[in-house]
């Protein structure tokens, strides 16, 4: 998943002044978690079926994947966390604003991954697969990527890709490259 280096976020600092600063700060807690359960995330121990991201199919080698699209800062940081697995034939595609290096990671993420880190033509300018580890090692671009695909780990052998491969990526809504990335 990707790591931009976003600190957590709490809604609330705890006061315990008065009786009155620990109900103000207990409505607000439960007021936060109404809100962020209601927003569609996905909890731990979930399934992909979850996960409400717009899909696109690609193929890579010879075969057609569906992949989720994570082109929000907020789809990217939260990447597959918490799923506890996908169908060979899912993976998530990382469309950036732009192209510029990239570092993932694998916090909360209970199965491995491929990670294939892509230009903005949709060359593959490598791979590598990332093992469950709660976000100990980065797995840095090393070059400025455009996009990033993840499979489960094994897929990238499997459906035959390498490294200076050219994935054809569809054109995505809000590219603002004037090529559209790939060749659509």
């Known amino acids: 998943m990707q790591s931009n280096g976003a600190a957590s976020i709490f809604p609330v600092r705890p006061r315990y002044a008065s009786a009155g600063g620990v109900w103000t700060t207990?409505?607000?807690?439960?007021l936060w978690v109404i809100i962020i359960g209601g927003c569609g995330h996905v909890t731990q121990g979930e399934s992909y079926h979850h996960l409400k991201l717009p899909v696109v199919r690609v193929r890579l080698g010879n075969e057609i994947l569906k992949l989720w699209?994570?082109?929000t800062t907020s789809a990217q940081e939260r990447g597959l966390m918490y799923?506890?697995?996908?169908?060979?034939?899912?993976?998530?595609l990382?469309?950036?604003?732009?192209?510029?290096?990239?570092?993932?990671?694998?916090?909360?993420?209970?199965?491995?991954?491929?990670?294939?880190?892509?230009?903005?033509?949709?060359?593959?300018?490598?791979?590598?697969?990332m093992l469950p580890d709660?976000?100990?090692?980065?797995?840095?671009?090393?070059?400025?990527?455009?996009?990033?695909?993840?499979?489960?780990?094994?897929?990238?052998?499997?459906?035959r890709l390498h490294n200076s491969m050219t994935i054809h990526l569809p054109v995505l809504p809000g590219r603002s490259d004037a090529s559209g990335g790939g060749a659509s």
Request: charged share 20%; glycine share 6%; with cysteine.
């Open 69 to 71: 699209v994570a082109a």
């Open 83 to 92: 799923i506890q697995n996908i169908p060979d034939k899912r993976g998530m």
């Open 26 to 30: 207990l409505l607000s807690l439960v």
């Open 134 to 159: 709660n976000g100990k090692k980065l797995y840095p671009s090393g070059q400025p990527v455009r996009f990033a695909i993840e499979l489960k780990a094994g897929m990238f052998k499997q459906l």
């Open 94 to 129: 990382f469309a950036f604003s732009h192209s510029t290096p990239q570092t993932f990671w694998m916090k909360h993420t209970r199965f491995a991954l491929d990670l294939i880190f892509l230009n903005r033509q949709g060359l593959i300018v490598r791979h590598c697969t």
